[in-house]
């Protein structure tokens, strides 16, 4: 399974960015987690094997994971951004137990 993440950019504080995850095949359990400077990897937003979206606390309200009907996307559109939210952004799937991750695209939120 191969994912490419794409979007990610510098915004300003207040700011939206979109990301995208493209996988190479239909796969149910897609989300995204990030990791920032001297941070370990952190979850972000899931979507579950009974397609519920799960999401951090840190960006309730802010971030809203989709999907396209295809099934091989996922989307992430991150609203009211903070300057905490800057990060390596990363794209997993998850097919019977294993998990992949895709090469990251960089988030900046500049204050």
């Known amino acids: 399974v191969q994912l490419q993440a794409s979007g990610g950019g510098l915004v300003q504080a207040g700011g939206s960015l979109r990301l995208s995850c493209t996988a190479s095949?239909?796969?149910?359990?897609m989300g995204w987690y990030r990791r920032a400077p001297g941070n370990k990897r952190e979850f972000v937003a899931t979507?579950?094997?009974?397609?519920?979206?799960l999401y951090a606390d840190s960006v309730k309200g802010r971030f809203t994971i989709s999907r396209d009907s295809a099934g091989n996307m996922v989307y992430l559109q991150m609203n009211n951004m903070k300057p905490e939210d800057t990060a390596i952004y990363y794209c997993?799937?998850?097919?019977?137990?294993?998990?992949?991750w895709g090469q990251g695209t960089l988030v900046t939120v500049s204050s």
């Open positions: 095949r239909v796969i149910n359990i």
């Open positions: 997993d799937a998850q097919i019977r137990g294993l998990v992949y």
């Open positions: 979507y579950t094997s009974s397609g519920d979206q």
